[in-house]
C-alpha cells in the first residue's frame, strides 16, 4: 500500500504531493485547495490553463467517464492527453513496468493510470519522475471521491455539517469515499454485507483522521438521517467470475424508493449503474439523483487536481 499524508500542520500543508494515488495522499487543507479551484474553474472563475502540457493516460481497465473527462479536461486547460490503451502500452506485456514509466516520464509532464493492481500505480510514481494520478486502482479510485465531495458541496452545502451513507460493497469506491469523508469532516455511515465491508485498513485510517465511519447491520438504519445516499456495482469490473457468488449476499441492500422512504436523502452512483440491482431505474432516475452531476464534476475536479499538481 501506498504512504498517506494525513497530517495538516502548516509545513506540510504547503507540499503538495508530488503524486495522488489515494485521497488521503492530500492533508485536509490541500483536498479544501483542490476542491474551492476546481469550484472556480467550473464557474469560469479562475482561467489557470496548462499550454504545452501532456497528460499520458494509461488503460489498462476501459472507462467511459475517466477517458472523457481526463482528455477534455486537458483540452479546456489548454495542455494535450496521450490515450494509451491496454494494446498500446507494455503494461503486462513483457516490458518493465518501471522501463515505461521512465520512458513516459520523460514525453509527458503527468501520468495517468487505470489499472487492476494498486502496485503498479506505485511503482509509476517511484520510476516516472512525474507527477502519476490513480485514475482507478483495485484498492482505490481516489479521482472519484474528489468529484463526489465537489458533487455534495454544490448540492448539500458545508461538508463538515453533511450526513452521508454507504450502502452495498465495500469497494475502492467506497473505500476512498469513506476516506475522503473523514479527511473533509463528513460524517458517514456504513451498511454492507458481512465479508463485504471496507477493512479494517480504512477505518484504521479514518480514525487517524478523526472521523471514524459508523458501521450498522441495516441498510434503513444507515440512511435514516442521511443527506446523501451513495451505492456502486455489487459486480465489479474483473469479479465476473463472482457474480453467482456475491449476488445473494447483497440481498435486501438495493437502493429503492422503499429504502429511502421518509427521507430526503440525495442519492450518488459512480457508474455505470447496473439498473436493477444496485439501484432501481426509478431511483436512478429521479430528482434526487446526483448521478449525472458527479459524472460531469469528475471533470472538474480533476481540472483543480491537474492545476494544483501542475501550474
Not at 509509476?124 to 468529484?147: F, K, M, R, S, W
Not at 432501481?280 to 432516475?285: K, R
Request: hydrophobic share 40%; charged share 25%.
Amino acid at each position: 500500500m501506498s504512504t498517506h499524508t494525513t497530517s495538516t500542520t502548516p509545513d506540510d500543508a504547503d507540499e503538495f504531493p508530488s503524486d495522488f494515488l489515494d485521497i488521503d495522499d492530500l492533508t485536509t487543507d490541500q483536498l479544501a485547495t483542490v476542491l474551492a479551484r476546481a469550484s472556480d474553474l467550473k464557474a469560469g472563475k479562475d482561467l489557470t490553463q496548462l499550454p504545452r502540457t501532456t497528460l499520458a493516460m494509461l488503460f489498462e481497465k476501459p472507462s467511459t467517464r475517466t477517458r472523457a473527462s481526463f482528455e477534455t479536461g486537458m483540452t479546456q486547460l489548454g495542455g494535450h492527453a496521450m490515450f494509451l490503451g491496454p494494446d498500446a502500452i507494455q503494461l503486462g506485456h513483457g516490458e518493465p513496468l518501471k522501463d515505461t514509466a521512465r520512458a513516459l516520464g520523460g514525453y509527458a509532464d503527468a501520468i495517468m493510470v487505470r489499472t487492476f493492481a494498486h502496485e503498479n500505480a506505485e511503482t509509476l510514481a517511484e520510476y516516472a519522475g512525474v507527477p502519476v494520478i490513480n485514475g482507478l486502482t483495485d484498492d482505490a479510485h481516489p479521482c472519484q471521491t474528489l468529484a463526489d465531495l465537489l458533487t455534495i458541496r454544490e448540492a448539500v452545502g458545508d461538508l463538515s455539517q453533511v450526513q452521508a451513507a454507504w450502502v452495498g460493497d465495500g469497494n475502492n469506491v467506497g473505500r476512498s469515499f469513506a476516506v475522503g469523508a473523514a479527511l473533509a469532516g463528513l460524517d458517514l455511515t456504513v451498511a454492507t454485507p458481512d465479508g463485504y465491508g471496507l477493512g479494517d485498513d480504512v477505518y484504521d485510517r479514518c480514525a487517524e483522521l478523526g472521523t471514524e465511519p459508523t458501521a450498522v447491520d441495516s441498510p434503513k438504519e444507515a440512511v435514516a438521517d442521511a443527506d446523501v445516499v451513495y451505492t456502486d456495482v455489487w459486480v465489479s469490473m474483473g469479479e465476473e467470475d463472482l457474480r453467482a457468488e456475491k449476488l445473494p449476499a447483497f440481498d435486501g441492500y438495493q437502493v429503492n424508493e422503499e429504502l429511502l422512504a421518509g427521507t430526503d436523502a440525495a442519492f450518488m452512483h459512480c457508474l455505470p449503474a447496473h439498473r436493477g440491482e444496485e439501484v432501481t431505474d426509478e431511483v436512478l432516475e429521479s430528482e434526487r439523483s446526483l448521478v449525472w452531476e458527479q459524472a460531469e464534476n469528475r471533470m472538474h475536479a480533476q481540472k483543480g487536481l491537474l492545476v494544483e499538481l501542475l501550474a
